[in-house]
């Protein structure tokens, strides 16, 4: 990754912590070589996700979301037994936001807004905003490209 798309990926997820106010925002990029994720950024308040961080397309929800070109929102891991199996993310525990990085009409990443600090569920307005701040990062990552 380029100093200038490291810079724009810990910008955008920055911002996303700060004002969200949530334990967690994880951004996976689309290796178009090898078709896996790799992180990009992170804040975790608990732990460390590691630098070699990979996962295959196919094999997790990310991938789902990246696939299905649509936003997953999820209240409560637990409760959705199809998630919860195809979950390789431990870093995706109870509640959480997944919003795919669409450009030119590809999926180029994934961000993942994860449980509101205050046990909050995420709001329409939540929502709007984690979209939103999805188109500027694919185009800003596009162009830095």
Not at 120 to 143: C, E, G, H, P, Y
């Amino acid at each position: 990754m380029s100093l200038e798309q490291e810079k724009v990926t810990r910008y955008i997820v920055e911002c996303i912590y700060k004002f969200l106010y949530v334990q967690r925002v994880v951004l996976l990029l689309l290796d178009n070589d090898t078709n896996e994720l790799r992180l990009g950024c992170y804040v975790d308040l608990e732990r460390n996700i590691s630098d070699n961080f990979v996962l295959k397309k196919d094999e997790s929800i990310s991938g789902f979301v990246m696939t299905e070109k649509r936003p997953l929102i999820v209240d409560n891991l637990n409760d959705d037994y199809y998630l919860k199996k195809l979950n390789k993310e431990d870093y995706l525990r109870k509640s959480f936001v997944s919003m795919p990085l669409i450009f030119q009409e590809e999926a180029v990443g994934v961000l993942h807004v994860c449980e509101k600090r205050r046990d909050d569920v995420f709001t329409k307005r939540d929502i709007s905003f984690i979209t939103n701040v999805a188109k500027v990062a694919a185009l800003s990552l596009q162009n830095v490209r």
